[in-house]
């Protein structure tokens, strides 16, 4: 069972050789948010302003499927 859910933007792509190092940062939304407040991205930026992840991947399956601007789920399991 997840105990954190973060909502991530890709903010960069680096393609290397055989990987791609790939940066993400917590959603937010540069042209600002619905006075209601009813905008799913607001409701992470409000719990989790900031947030940083940076990763090197180089699962073939997997390179050219993350794009800048694309927004993905990190859901946090505790490893035993």
């Not at 859910?5 to 990987?19: I, S």
């Not at 937010?28 to 090197?56: I, V």
């Amino acid at each position: 069972m997840a105990i954190m859910r973060a909502k991530m933007k890709v903010l960069n792509v680096v393609e290397g050789t055989g990987c791609e190092t790939l940066a993400f940062g917590a959603v937010y939304k540069e042209d600002g948010y619905p006075s209601d407040g009813t905008d799913e991205d607001n409701t992470f930026a409000r719990w989790t302003p900031s947030a940083q992840l940076s990763m090197t991947i180089t699962n073939p399956e997997l390179l050219g499927k993350f794009n800048i601007g694309d927004k993905f789920y990190l859901d946090f399991t505790k490893a035993e």
